[in-house]
């Protein structure tokens, strides 16, 4: 019971992700799903490479527009 009250009295802070850990995030994806794409034999590396390449830069070239708006 005391455990629970002293955890009920902490506040929850939101965390705010940085640009980088965004891209992070969304490179380990692009990834991850871009192995598994490959391992079926749907499409080659070197496709699955442009692509998480482009969608980075997109998503950088973004992100600064939005950050600078």
Known sequence: MEIKLTLLKHKITKMKLTKEQVLGIIRHTLTFVGGIVVAKGLIDEAVVTEIIGGVLTL???????????
Not at 59 to 69: D, H, Q, R
């Open 59 to 69: 998503t950088g070239a973004i992100w600064s527009i939005v950050a600078k708006a």
